[in-house]
């Protein structure tokens, strides 16, 4: 099932996309009061879920062309910072390690971790902000958001996947000079509007148990990256499992699993995004989302 946030007739909404991605159900027309998508994992039952199924396959409910609402993120506003993985694909890492400048080692013991702060997450459609007076080297990330469906905590990597709800698409934009100038990723990450994210979260009963997805980014209808959700050096439920050791991973959390290669930064010389740039993020079976910098 696709659960997407949206505004119609200037309100805040949650809904569930059908399967050609054309109209939305809202929930509240089939008797769910689920006011945003934080309240939804954080209540909804495996009962209520497949009771939406049967109506939806049973009735004709209120529907809505996705032509007429706005799509948001579906999580316009994170209760916490996003957890992400970094360097979590081999062949990003060694883009990462040439654009540093520094040697690169392909030993890894364990998982690279930071957080990014989001005030409002943007959905598909919306501005990227470039800030010209602030970044010159705006750079772009495609990558697979594990949400988490309920509060964890030391988890085992066998229980891991019971904790996840769902996945979406994450574009982690960021600002390359920021992080180089303050030597971590906090700031150069969490700028307003550097989380473009959507179209919806795909309930994992949709996938396999782990996904192995198709993963890719375009630029100006450039492919830029394409890879391999199989080629992420920690998995799943090893980051689940590490991450919730002494911490509690609330219902809701958003955990990033990294990019593959293909960066901008990646290029020689760079290929950084500038103002009118279309910024496309893919990944098989979630959907497509699509940003212009502005």
């Known amino acids: 099932m696709k659960f997407i946030t949206f505004k119609h007739n200037n309100k805040e909404q949650v809904g569930i996309l059908s399967k050609d991605n054309q109209n939305i159900y809202p929930i509240n027309a089939l008797g769910v009061n689920y006011t945003s998508m934080n309240s939804l994992i954080e209540n909804i039952t495996n009962e209520e879920i497949a009771e939406l199924k049967t109506k939806i396959e049973r009735n004709?409910?209120?529907i809505l062309s996705i032509n007429d609402v706005s799509k948001l993120?579906?999580?316009?506003?994170?209760k916490q910072d996003i957890i992400c993985l970094g360097i979590n694909y081999m062949a990003h890492a060694e883009e990462s390690a040439r654009y540093k400048k520094e040697a690169f080692d392909k030993n890894r013991d364990y998982a690279v971790y930071f957080s990014k702060r989001v005030t409002e997450a943007i959905g598909d459609g919306s501005y990227i902000p470039s800030y010209p007076e602030l970044v010159d080297s705006l750079d772009y990330e495609v990558e697979l958001a594990v949400i988490i469906g309920k509060d964890a905590k030391?988890?085992?990597k066998k229980e891991a996947f019971d904790y996840v709800f769902g996945y979406t698409i994450m574009n982690d934009v960021s600002a390359r000079n920021l992080q180089t100038r303050?030597?971590?990723?906090?700031?150069g990450k969490s700028l307003d509007g550097f989380t473009p994210m959507g179209p919806c979260i795909v309930t994992k009963d949709e996938f396999a148990t782990p996904p192995v997805l198709k993963i890719c980014s375009k630029v100006n209808g450039?492919?830029?990256q394409n890879s391999s959700t199989d080629l992420m050096i920690t998995s799943i439920e090893a980051a689940i499992h590490e991450l919730s050791q002494g911490m509690t991973?609330?219902?809701?959390?958003?955990?990033?699993?990294g990019t593959p290669a293909g960066v901008g930064m990646g290029f020689q010389p760079p290929r950084f995004l500038k103002a009118g740039d279309i910024v496309e993020c893919e990944i098989e079976g979630i959907g497509h989302i699509k940003n212009i910098v502005k």
């Open 249 to 257: 991973l609330k219902a809701g959390t958003i955990i990033a699993m």
């Open 222 to 224: 450039e492919l830029r």
């Open 73 to 78: 993120a579906p999580i316009p506003n994170p």
């Open 154 to 156: 030391n988890i085992s």
């Open 182 to 187: 303050h030597k971590q990723w906090y700031f």
């Open 60 to 62: 004709t409910p209120d």
